[in-house]
């Protein structure tokens, strides 16, 4: 796979106790994913595995009453993935790869057996399981109150953070998907970006000239990415921060 990576690039895995570390470190095993894989499908009953991200991120898109699908929140190593599955219930989103690249993956039985007894591992869990909430609520909101020019700069933020380079691999119908809006909306945004210099738009790919134009232009939605390199306290409160108020809320 040619990356140097371990367990610890991820941060749920890297804020594990060492006892709980070791429990899941005999049961990881990395993983390549491609674009466009889907892990699950919504409504499913499958256990496909718990998936903590390093270098790829997981698009989790929910179905909405008005028939759009809509990106409720991309995971990378920040977070992880767990099929609603796992808990005897139908997955109510479908997770799919957004940014190719690799992470780690535990089978269900593996994972519940990791944390069965362990109170510490399960609250850290629960906080992590809150902010997700949060931040799936938020994203419902961004729909709801915010703009097609600002939810694409976040889309396009988080792709250029997710990859950490400048080029992103996606046609306009990816992104109208992803935000639950016609392509030639996205087109139309996409060609004023690029008459500004922002962007430079080619086939199936997206150059970004000057990220803090996208920067000026997006919703207070977007947050920048949690470095790798925190120490452990500075982890622990960053996974514990409170998210951002709701906009409009
Ligand atoms: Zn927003």
């Not at 610890?8 to 106790?17: A, C, E, G, R, T």
């Not at 709980?20 to 919504?42: D, I, P, W």
Request: glycine share 6%; aromatic share 6%; net charge negative.
């Amino acid at each position: 796979m040619g990356e140097a990576v371990n367990p610890q690039d991820n941060l749920i895995l890297n804020q594990l106790s060492q006892q709980a570390y070791q429990r899941f470190m005999t049961k990881l095993r990395l993983v390549s994913l491609n674009k466009r894989e889907v892990l699950y499908e919504s409504g499913s009953t499958l256990r496909t595995g718990v998936y903590f991200p390093v270098t790829a991120a997981i698009s989790l898109l929910a179905h909405l009453p008005d028939g759009c699908v809509n990106e409720l929140v991309s995971v990378n190593h920040e977070g992880m993935v767990v099929a609603g599955a796992c808990c005897g219930t139908l997955s109510f989103d479908r997770a799919q790869v957004r940014t190719a690249g690799l992470a780690y993956r535990m089978e269900v039985p593996e994972f519940m057996a990791a944390i069965r007894n362990d109170e510490a591992t399960m609250f850290d869990l629960v906080l992590w399981s809150q902010r997700r909430v949060r931040r799936m609520a938020q994203s419902l909101s961004c729909i709801s109150h915010h703009s097609v020019e600002q939810r694409l700069a976040k889309y396009l933020l988080v792709d250029l953070d997710n990859t950490g380079v400048d080029t992103i691999e996606c046609t306009h119908q990816e992104i109208a998907d992803s935000l639950g809006v016609r392509r030639e909306s996205v087109s139309l945004i996409l060609k004023h970006l690029e008459d500004e210099q922002a962007i430079q738009l080619r086939r199936g790919t997206i150059g970004v000239l000057n990220r803090q134009a996208l920067v000026d232009s997006v919703c207070e939605c977007y947050e920048p990415p949690v470095k790798h390199a925190l120490s452990q306290p500075a982890l622990r409160a960053t996974f514990n921060q409170p998210s951002m108020s709701l906009a409009g809320a």
